[in-house]
């Protein structure tokens, strides 16, 4: 028989809506079952006074790449590279360290932070003494590779573009090393090994506990999910895993019955992945008008009939769907697609990832279809300067979370992480404020798009698991999964003041199931 365990603290948001804050939580095997004085006066087995300033219920990060985390905890990291130059300082010498015959693997640099020459596969070749050497752009839809690692592919000057991507080429057709959205696929990919996988996820899993994330809906392919059913079966998974499934693998999960939403409170199948475009940094992202000062409207990563085929496919076999689009023209494709489908499954979720850059008349769509704008509040604050150089003053929606919420749109936030940082409450800042950690741009890029405190956690929480297919997790109250956090700081009352705080939010706990699972040293 379970423990019946008091939660006290004198300032606990529940998330509620009829009744925001409590000052107990009586929790049993697992769940809420009272709140406030019928908490208090339960007779529990045990009481616990919880730490900090604030009382949250756990953070769901309903998008992020927890295998690239894994994968690049011991690679190379050209993140704050501000040059060419800074970039090769860094591949050699972390080359020069790797075993004999091993591959130069990590890489997140982004070519709109640097002045001067931009990369190529000569330059890579100088620093790499002919290893294989393949890095990816901080948003993933380019990769800067060297001429073994083309050779290896058998990447040539007579190498045609494959369907939804691009190998980039000189004045004199030789293929000067990057590679673009499907164009990657073309590249060796690096044997996994999968206890070393496992280990370095448990490794990233603490550091996802230690910023207040209770919950996680990863976009990584089988070797992830494979690795977190490992830790699930041997009782190591503390946090609460909804696993995506990749477009390549939908064939595979279909042989094996997977359907939307099976498992159990720890683990469960999440939507499909598919994608309409790349990425704005990268100019692959596609948009209804060419970018400033270039012909291209981008790439068509997955043509329109092969998405919606694809996207059906799904759907009849009892799965969820999520697709990446992020310029106006993929956004639009996606929504087009979803009005063909809806019709026929009514009860499905339903997901676009990111819906950065939205045609005005598309956000009603969002609502009216019943389609949840899954997105990265910290994406807008990084790319905002991209954002104006590239796209200018075209009247689009971007990042627009106020939008999407007037319209009766449902958000659910996330990270993508590694592509951004995995803290929850650099998002909510981000959502609050539209502003960098530096306060920059002052009163934030594009303010009327900023959004409440309340209406960012819900999107963060209640959002992210209805997104998920649940909607017993996200708030504090009887009947919900004890999943909480406990803060240094009051988001409300320090916030109000200065909004800048929340971006440094501190977690001294994090509870899941009512069971700690991680506390700060």
């Known amino acids: ?39 208090l006066d339960a007779g529990a087995d045990r009481v616990v006074d919880l730490p900090g300033t604030l009382v949250l219920p756990g953070l769901h990060d309903a998008h992020l790449h927890t295998g690239w985390l894994a994968e690049e905890s011991a690679a190379v990291d050209l993140r704050e590279t501000r040059s060419l130059a800074d970039a090769l300082t860094l591949v050699e010498g972390y080359a020069a360290q790797l075993a004999p015959g091993a591959d130069v693997r990590g890489g997140r640099w982004n070519r709109n932070r640097w002045s001067g020459p931009g990369p190529d596969r000569w330059a890579l070749d100088s620093v790499t003494a002919g290893r294989v050497a393949v890095l990816p752009s901080v948003d993933g839809h ?13 990447i040539t000057r007579s190498t045609p573009d494959p369907a939804g991507g691009e190998i980039e080429r000189g004045p004199d057709g030789e293929p000067t090393g990057l590679l673009f959205d499907d164009a990657i696929d073309l590249l060796p990919e690096p044997e996994v090994d999968d206890a070393a996988l496992r280990l370095a996820l448990e490794r990233v899993q603490r550091d996802l506990l230690a910023v207040g994330l209770t919950a996680i809906t990863d976009i990584d392919g089988e070797p992830v999910r494979r690795a977190y059913a490992a830790m699930h079966a041997a009782g190591s998974l503390r946090l609460r895993v909804t696993k995506c499934i990749r477009d390549d693998d939908l064939e595979q999960a279909i042989g094996e019955g997977r359907r939307a939403g099976a498992g159990d409170d ?9 994608f309409a475009d790349g990425a704005l940094g990268s100019r692959t992202a596609h948009l209804t008008q060419p970018y400033l000062g270039q012909d291209s409207c981008g790439l068509v990563v997955t043509p329109y009939p092969i998405l919606l085929q694809r996207i059906r496919m799904a759907l009849e076999a009892g799965l969820d ?57 910290t994406h807008c604050t990084t790319d905002l300067e ?64 900023r959004i409440p405190l309340d209406a960012a956690l819900r999107a963060h929480t209640v959002g992210s698991w209805q997104a998920a297919r649940r909607r017993d997790v996200g708030r504090l109250a009887p009947g919900q999964l004890a999943d909480l956090v406990c803060v240094d700081r009051d988001l409300w009352q320090l916030g109000r003041a200065d ?7 501190v977690v001294a706990q994090t509870w899941v199931g009512g069971e700690l699972a991680y506390e700060r040293g």
């Open 1 to 39: 028989m379970t423990a019946r365990v008091t939660f006290r603290h004198k300032r606990i948001w529940t998330g509620s809506s009829e009744n925001p804050w409590t000052e107990a939580l009586l929790v049993d095997d697992g769940r809420v079952v009272a709140t406030g004085t019928d908490a």
């Open 142 to 154: 380019s990769v800067w590779a060297n001429s073994a690692a083309l050779a290896a592919a058998g």
């Open 266 to 274: 720890r683990m469960q199948v999440g939507p499909v992945k598919f």
């Open 321 to 377: 769907v999520c697709t990446h689009a992020i310029g106006d023209a993929a956004n639009r494709a996606v929504l087009d697609a979803y009005a063909q489908v809806r019709p026929a499954f009514p009860d499905a979720i339903l997901r676009v990832e990111h819906a950065q850059h939205v045609l005005p008349d598309d956000v009603a769509r969002f609502a009216g279809l019943h389609v949840v704008a899954s997105m990265q509040p």
């Open 386 to 449: 991209v954002v104006d150089s590239v796209i200018g003053s075209r009247p689009l929606r971007s990042y627009a979370w106020r939008s999407m919420l007037d319209a009766g749109v449902q958000l659910a936030f996330g990270s993508d992480a590694p592509v951004e940082e995995p803290n929850p409450f650099h998002a909510l800042h981000a959502a609050v404020t539209r502003q960098r950690g530096d306060g920059s741009p002052p009163g934030g890029w594009q303010p009327a798009e």
């Open 499 to 505: 909004p800048a705080v929340i971006r440094d939010t």
